[in-house]
């Protein structure tokens, strides 16, 4: 007999899952949310099992200096010739201020090495590997995302453009990982507004 009670315990995980933009500090050790998040990881299923998903998980001081230092220089640099820019530059400062004072974030990458090698091996499915490794990157995001939720911790997914060049450096990433983005978390110190989930007829269709 199917289960639908645990599926309504499932459900409510999902809902309760939203985008959190004010966060602290929670109390946890570091080494607890880093084996929580590879367990979460490692969970996670790839196109031909290729594990083309890569992680970088900062944590304490280099969470804080990403986002008080590293994020602001590149978007500066970024702006700099779009003064009319100016104005999402301010807001984005104020989120890069509050993530500054979360507990980490996890910035997601697709090695892109593993992609060309899918690619060749695969010829038939060469049109889709970029499509499977967009899709692998945001199973991990929603995988993580939800992880941290159902441990009480606030999250939200973010695409800050221009990071990659300063991401490299900063962290000896190897050139053929591709970010995608970026996942602050700590703890939820504001609640995030009620949005519409209305769903359009034409938006879940059945045929029987
Ligand atoms: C693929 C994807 C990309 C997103 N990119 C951003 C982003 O760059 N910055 C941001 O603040 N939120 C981003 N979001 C969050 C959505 O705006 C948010 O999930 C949506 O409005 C629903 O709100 P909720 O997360 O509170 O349920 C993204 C969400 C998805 C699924």
């Known amino acids: 007999m199917m289960d639908f009670k645990a599926g309504e315990d499932f459900i409510s995980t999902l809902r309760a899952r939203r985008s959190i933009y004010h ?39 280099q969470n804080l200096l990403f986002w008080r230092d590293l994020v602001p ?3 500066k640099e970024r702006y700099e010739d779009h003064p009319e820019a100016e104005d999402a530059w301010t807001k984005r400062r104020g989120l890069c201020d509050s993530f500054s004072k979360g507990n980490g974030t996890i910035l997601f990458f697709s090695d892109s090495k593993v992609g060309s090698g899918l690619k060749e ?16 990157v945001g199973m991990d995001e929603y995988a993580m995302w939800l992880g941290l939720s159902k441990i009480g911790m606030g999250a ?48 879940f269709r059945v045929v029987k």
């Open 156 to 203: 939200s997914l973010q695409h800050f453009l221009g990071l990659e060049t300063a991401v490299r450096a900063a962290y000896n990433v190897n050139p053929d990982w591709v970010l995608d983005a970026q996942m602050p978390f700590g703890s939820i110190e504001k609640a995030p507004a009620v949005k519409d989930r209305a769903q359009a007829p034409e938006h």
């Open 23 to 61: 966060l602290g500090k929670a109390d946890v050790k570091d080494e607890e949310i880093e084996s929580y998040l590879r367990e979460i990881f490692s969970s996670v299923p790839s196109s031909f099992n290729a594990r083309a998903q890569r992680i970088l998980l900062l944590l304490g001081n």
């Open 73 to 75: 220089a590149a978007l």
């Open 121 to 136: 091996t695969f010829t038939e499915y060469e049109p889709a590997i970029d499509r499977f490794l967009a899709q692998e």
